[in-house]
């Protein structure tokens, strides 16, 4: 059983449509992120839900927009694909808000933009 | 300056050599540390968690915290082919400085050759 799983894997599209990436975890965390992931590994928060309610949001262009369901689902939209937006998105989940560090990641939507 | 500095690598050692991986950081606000182990393709898992300044060991891994340096350390023993993979830190504290955001380094990516 995936902990965290997120689909699809990936994706490889052109610049300027519109993608979608899905997530959801069973461990019953109440917080989830989407990270972003460049070609040099570093990861970079972009967006945190605690029980469906919006509670960290980085400077991000608003052509990404997260969706949160229920607490167990993070979606991530992105519009008009832009060749920089080619990483790999993670999505995480902890327990409560106070984030003393102990994620678990899903595997990775890696996005290819050409 | 970045909060917390990693070198990336790569840093290659054969079979059973000790390995040192360290990270620095500027703000002495953090308090819980941790290391992230991430293998090509998939997503990080945590490997070690350690609350404020001191030691802790885990099999072959030991992490230790110097509060005083702002300083910490990854050390495996006994490395194994199957340890190839990126290492990363984190770090988070308590608002106002540092708000429980987790504060990642770039990764440091270790090969270990047979």
């Known amino acids: 059983d995936t902990a965290v799983s997120q689909t699809p894997k990936y994706l490889v599209t052109q610049m300027g449509n519109d993608k979608s990436i899905k997530c959801e975890q069973n461990?019953?965390?109440?917080?989830m992120y989407w990270y972003k992931q460049d070609s040099k590994k570093f990861l970079k928060i972009m967006f945190s839900y605690n029980n469906k309610e919006l509670i960290i949001n980085e400077t991000v262009p608003n052509r990404f927009s997260p969706k949160s369901p229920d607490k167990a689902h993070l979606n991530l939209h992105i519009n008009s694909l832009e060749l920089g937006d080619s990483a790999v998105y993670f999505c995480a989940s902890s327990y409560g808000t106070a984030n003393t560090g102990e994620l678990f990641f899903g595997e990775g939507s890696r996005l290819t933009v050409l | 300056q970045k909060e917390v500095e990693q070198d990336p690598g790569p840093l290659s050692v054969p079979e059973g050599a000790i390995v040192s991986l360290n990270c620095t950081y500027s703000?002495?606000?953090?308090?819980?540390f941790m290391w992230y182990r991430q293998y090509s393709r998939k997503g990080p898992e945590l490997l070690m968690y350690t609350y404020s300044s001191g030691n802790k060991e885990d099999g072959r891994f030991t992490a230790q915290v110097d509060k005083s340096s702002k300083y910490i350390s990854l050390f495996i023993r006994d490395s194994q082919p199957s340890d190839s993979a990126t290492y990363l830190c984190?770090?988070?504290?308590?608002?106002?400085?540092?708000?429980?955001?987790?504060?990642w380094g770039a990764g440091t990516k270790l090969i270990i050759k047979p």
């Open positions: 703000n002495s606000a953090f308090q819980y």
């Open positions: 461990l019953g965390h109440d917080t």
């Open positions: 984190a770090m988070t504290g308590p608002p106002p400085n540092s708000n429980y955001q987790l504060i």
